[in-house]
C-alpha cells in the first residue's frame, strides 16, 4: 500500500505463517530528507546488555535469511539485531529506484545503530550487505568489536591484491544489467537459483512475501546500481576510504565463504590479505551452500562464529 507519495509499505498480513519466523517486530524511523520518514524494520532478540550481533542482508532478501541463525546466537548469549534495509523486507519501500544510493542505505542504516546506541558489535555481512556494513564500520569503527565477511565484497574497481581480476566479471555484469534493464523481478526464484538445493515452497514463498508487485521493488532492482561496478560510479571513493579503514582494522575479522559460490569467491582473499584483524584467524568454506549460505548453512555458520567468538574470549 502507498502511505504517501513515493513510499510504499508491505501489509502486515503478507507476513503472516512464516516457517520458522516467529520473532517480534521492531521498528525504528529513519529520516530522510526528501522522503519523509521511513519505517526501518529491525528483529532485536536477546538481552540488551550483551554484546551484539549486527546481521545484515544483502538483495533480494531480507531478515528472515537470519531465522535458523537468531536462536544459537541469542543462546549463546548475544543481542541478535537483524534489520531490512530500506526497501526490503518489513522496512518502508520507497518506490522510486532513484531514491536509493550506497550512501543512503548506508545512511539508514546508520541511523538504526546510532538511535539504539549499538556497542560491542560484531558485524555479519553476506552480499550487498557487506558494502553497506563495511561502510558503516568504517564510519563508527569505535561500535565494533569484530567482523564476519559471508560471501561478499568490497569493490574499488582495483586490480589484484587490492581487488579482484576482472571485476566485476561475466556473473555479476550479467545480474547488474539484468536489474538494470528490467520492470520486475521474480524475487523467489532469485534464491532458489543460487542455492545448491532449492528451498522449500513455504522459504520461497517467504522471500516473495515483502513484495506484493512490482511496485514494491524499486530496492531490489536498484540497489545492484548502486554498489560501484565502474570507476565511474558515486561509491568508488566511499569504498576506497572504508577500505583505508580497513586496512587499520586490527581487531578479529573472520571470513566464512561457501563452498558453490563463484560469484564472490576471490573476494576471500582480498579480505584475508587486506585485514590485520584476519591474521590467523579460523576462516572457513562452508559446505554445502550456494551464494545464499545462510539459507542452506545457517546452524553451521553460526556455530562457527559462536565457536570463533568463544576461542577469542578464552585467548
Known amino acids: 500500500m502507498l502511505i504517501r507519495e513515493g513510499v510504499a509499505r508491505t ?4 507476513f503472516a505463517g512464516l516457517p520458522d519466523f516467529l520473532f517480534v517486530p521492531h521498528y525504528h524511523m529513519a529520516p530522510d530528507a526528501r522522503l519523509g520518514p521511513l519505517r526501518m524494520h529491525y528483529l532485536d532478540e536477546g538481552p540488551h546488555d550483551a554484546p551484539v550481533m549486527l546481521l545484515l542482508h544483502g538483495e533480494p532478501s531480507w531478515s528472515f535469511l537470519y531465522r535458523r541463525m537468531i536462536p544459537p546466537l541469542v543462546a549463546a548469549g548475544y543481542r541478535v539485531i537483524a534489520p531490512d534495509h530500506v526497501g526490503f523486507g518489513r522496512s518502508d519501500k520507497p518506490t522510486a529506484r532513484e531514491s536509493y544510493s550506497q550512501a543512503a542505505l548506508v545512511g539508514w542504516l546508520a541511523d538504526l545503530v546510532t538511535a539504539l546506541d549499538l556497542r560491542r558489535i560484531t558485524l555479519v555481512c553476506q552480499d550487498w550487505g557487506g558494502p553497506i556494513g563495511l561502510n558503516l564500520l568504517a564510519a563508527m569503527p569505535e561500535r565494533f568489536e569484530a567482523a564476519v ?9 582495483e586490480p589484484p591484491p587490492l581487488g579482484v581480476a576482472g571485476w566485476p566479471g561475466p556473473i555479476i ?3 547488474a544489467e539484468t536489474c538494470r534493464t528490467s520492470d520486475d523481478l521474480a524475487v523467489s526464484e532469485v534464491i532458489a537459483a543460487v542455492c545448491v538445493n532449492r528451498p522449500d515452497p513455504a522459504v520461497l514463498a517467504a522471500y516473495d512475501a515483502p513484495f506484493p508487485d512490482a511496485a514494491y521493488k524499486a530496492g531490489a532492482l536498484a540497489i545492484t546500481g548502486c554498489i560501484p561496478l565502474a570507476t565511474s560510479a558515486p561509491g568508488i571513493a566511499a569504498n576506497r576510504a572504508a577500505w583505508a579503514v580497513l586496512e587499520r582494522f586490527d581487531r578479529p575479522f573472520l571470513t566464512l565463504f561457501s563452498d558453490s559460490d563463484p560469484s564472490t569467491i576471490a573476494w576471500e582473499a582480498v579480505f584475508q590479505a587486506r585485514v590485520p584483524g584476519a591474521a590467523g584467524q579460523p576462516h572457513a568454506r562452508i559446505a554445502g551452500a550456494g551464494h545464499f549460505l545462510q539459507e542452506e548453512q545457517g546452524p553451521a555458520m553460526a556455530e562457527r562464529i559462536i565457536a ?6 578464552a585467548a
Open 173 to 175: 555484469t550479467a545480474w
Open 149 to 157: 565477511a559471508a560471501n561478499t565484497l568490497l569493490p574499488t574497481c
Open 11 to 14: 501489509p502486515d498480513d503478507r
Open 308 to 313: 570463533w567468538k568463544r576461542a577469542g574470549q
